[in-house]
């Protein structure tokens, strides 16, 4: 199984600011399979970025994904209050599916 | 427009039984691989494992095998989640979720119903 590890485990910024989030996996992701996901307080999540760089239907060009084999980041530039949520890793090559235990993005 | 609409909450006792669905429509139901993640209260996301509703072909976390089973009914295009015997543990929101990409196994969700919440208090 593939052990996703997040850091920082909270982020607190202000608005405008840009966060930086990190996913490392315990072993290399197949073919960048490698997905962001938003849960804001409440909600379902949403995906937000696929093959580890490709943003999904919808997505603003804000949320952006880079990284691969073992080490990857999504950044968010330009932080709005909105952005407050918990952010998740997953990888999707490897079963079992898994996912990383969150960042929270607290807006200042 | 894709939809997954999930059954309602379900307050259970500890060793009842529980089948909770997720409604699939706006697209073509036996052409993606459903879902189901849990989520206990206050944690992270936890995959349980897929299936594709076309052929019923399921696949499972180890950490939930052989405690759930998953299900489909493509002819009202609908997934199921189900247990025989409910532990306290089973407490959580349960998202189902359809695969992004069509017919495709790798995968990320990417369209999530909007959970269901299992309470077991004795």
């Known amino acids: ?108 | 427009e894709v939809q997954l609409v999930q059954s309602g909450a379900e307050v259970k006792k500890p060793g009842e039984s529980l089948k909770i669905s997720c409604k699939g429509s706006g697209y073509s139901f036996t052409s993606y691989w459903i879902g189901w993640v849990r989520q206990m209260p206050g944690k992270g996301l936890e995959w349980m494992g897929i299936i594709y509703p076309a052929d019923s072909d399921t696949r499972y976390s180890p950490s939930f095998q052989g405690q759930v089973t998953i299900s489909a009914d493509k002819s009202i295009s609908t997934a199921y989640l189900q247990w025989s015997s409910l532990k306290a543990s089973d407490t959580a929101i349960y998202y189902c979720a359809r695969h992004y990409g069509s017919g495709s196994y790798n995968s990320p969700l990417g369209y999530w119903g909007q959970g269901t919440l299992v309470t077991v208090s004795s």
Do not use: H, M
């Not at chain 1, 999904?56 to 084999?69: N, V």
């Open chain 1, 1 to 108: 199984e593939i052990v996703l590890t997040q850091s920082p485990g909270t982020l607190s910024l202000s608005p405008g600011e840009r966060a930086t989030l990190s996913c490392r996996a315990s072993q290399s992701v197949s073919s960048n399979y490698l997905a962001w996901y938003q849960q804001k307080p409440g909600q379902a999540p949403r995906l937000l970025i696929y093959g580890a760089s490709s943003r999904a239907t919808g997505i603003p060009d804000r949320f952006s994904g880079s990284g691969s084999g073992t080490d990857f980041t999504l950044t968010i530039n330009r932080l709005e209050p909105e952005d407050l949520a918990v952010y998740y890793c997953q990888q999707y090559g490897g079963s079992p599916r898994t996912f990383g235990q969150g960042t929270k993005v607290e807006i200042k």
